[in-house]
């Protein structure tokens, strides 16, 4: 089997999982509203968080299958993508509640206790994935992990380096079928497979 295909079957496999965890989030009207709000160059709060979901996902299944660790799977993807959950533009001057680099996690938080019933993981993922810069360290692994993959998507996004546009394909497709709209533009995608 080419390198191609196997690309293609693991992003396809990731793309299932993310989707069968986070449905009802990632169907959520509420959270269709971050499409419309720009996080890192090009890149949408809603892209973003579907990258960022899938990177905590690739390092779970690292630690889990190599360090033999556990990691609670739907926390981690919950979490991930509700991180940047604080439903305003942080580009317009005014909108965040202080600095938004150290404020949004807390505003996050805040909006998905209001929208979602989170557990305690999930509350630590969302308000902790900024550390360092907010000085309180994450308390589960699971928080470790999306703020790791939270900077690495920055990093990528920043600079346009495309690693995330397949799986944000998948997840459009699936809102697209949910919506039973079979002839929708739901996005391109850039990735080779
Ligand atoms: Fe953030
Ligand atoms: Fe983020």
Partial sequence: MSVHIEKRITEYKLAKDLFSRGK?????????????FTQHGETTVFEHSVAVAKYSLLIAYFVTRTLKINVDMDSLVRGALLHDYFLYDW??????EGLHGFTH??????????DFELNDIEKD??????????PIPPMHR???IV?????????????KIDVSSYIIY???????????DYST?????????
């Fill in 24 to 36: 009802d989030i990632i169907l959520s009207p509420k959270v269709q509203v971050l499409k419309t």
């Fill in 91 to 96: 580009h317009v001057k005014g909108a965040a």
């Fill in 105 to 114: 996690p807390r505003v996050a938080r805040r909006n998905a206790e209001r």
């Fill in 125 to 134: 993922i969302i308000c902790k994935h900024m550390f360092p810069l907010t």
């Fill in 142 to 144: 699971e928080s470790i």
């Fill in 147 to 159: 703020s790791l993959a939270d900077k690495w998507c920055a990093l990528a996004e920043t600079f």
């Fill in 170 to 180: 998948r997840m459009n497709y699936r809102i697209a079928l949910s919506e039973g």
């Fill in 185 to 193: 533009n739901y996005g391109d995608t850039k990735a080779e497979y």
